[in-house]
C-alpha cells in the first residue's frame, strides 16, 4: 500500500541534454557535441543539469573523427587524394605519377609531382624515381573507412526519465524508482553505414549494448534496453519496474541527480576484415528527491 501511495504522488517525465560523456563526468555542466555529430539538441521539458562532453579517446565515445594513419604537423591527413596522390610520411609529400610521362624518360624511372608541407599547394616540384615512394599506391585502411562511415551518422545521448521526480513531487524512503530513456534507433540503434575508397567498402552497424544508470549514491544499475515509462494511473503503478529500476530504493533522504549512459559498440566489416569501436553517450542528470516516511501515530 505504502509503494502504491509513495509513486501514485509523481510522475517523472525527465528530459535531458544530448552530450557525450562519462557518468562520472555528467555533473560537470557545459554541452558540447561529440566530433563529427552535429545534433546536439536541447529539449525545453525541464531538461535537469547537462552533463560535459568527452567520450573514450582512440576506442570511440565523442572522438569520432577518422583515425587515419598519415600525419603532418601533427594533424591526421588523408593518406590519398584524387588531386595530389598519395602521403609519404617520412617527407610529409604527396606524390603523383607524372602522365604522360616526358618521352626522354631514363629506364627503370618514373617522374613524380610532389607537392610537399602536408599537401600545401605553393610546395611543389617534379622529381625523378627509380621506385615508387613509401606509401605510393596503399591501400584505405578498413578502420578509418569504418571511422568516416561512423562520422556520418548520429549516436544521441539517451533522454532519461525517472519516477518518482523532484519537479514533480517526492519520493519515499525505500520505494523502489523507475527509469527508462527514450526509444528509437539514433538512442539505441541498429544503425547501418557504409564509406569506401579506392574501390574499398566498408559497412558499419551500430548498437546499445547496455544502458547503465547512475543512481547519484555510489551504486549503478545495468539494464539491456530502454526500460518502460511510468504510468501513475497504469496497471504497474506502485509497482518495481518490470525491466529496468532500481528496486530497493535509495535508504536515506536527500536529493540525487541520476544519469544514464548507453554504451554503443560499432561492429565494422569491410576489406576481408572486421573490427569493433566501441562508443558512449551520457545524458544529462535529472533530480529525485527522497522524503523519510512519516509514522503518525495517536
Known sequence: MLAGIGLALVLAVAAALPTATVAAAARGGGV???IGQNDCDIWDDDPGTPGGGGGNPGGGGGNDGP???CQWGGKVIACYDAILGWFNNSDGCYYKLREPQPPDTPEGKQWYQLTCNGGDIGSWRMELLDAPPPGYGTPPDPEELARRALASISLLPPRASVAPRKSKGPGLVGLP????ASPGDNYFG????SASDRGLTVTITAR?????WDMDNGEQVECDGPGTPYAVDGPQAGRPSPDCG?????TRADTYRVSATTFWNVHWVGGGQSGDIPQTRTSGTVQIEIDELQVVTR
Open 32 to 34: 558540447e557535441c561529440p
Open 246 to 250: 532500481y528496486h530497493s530504493g535509495y
Open 208 to 212: 546499445v549494448d547496455r544502458i547503465v
Open 177 to 180: 524508482v523507475w527509469m527508462w
Open 190 to 193: 541498429p544503425l547501418t553505414a
Open 67 to 69: 583515425a587515419g594513419k
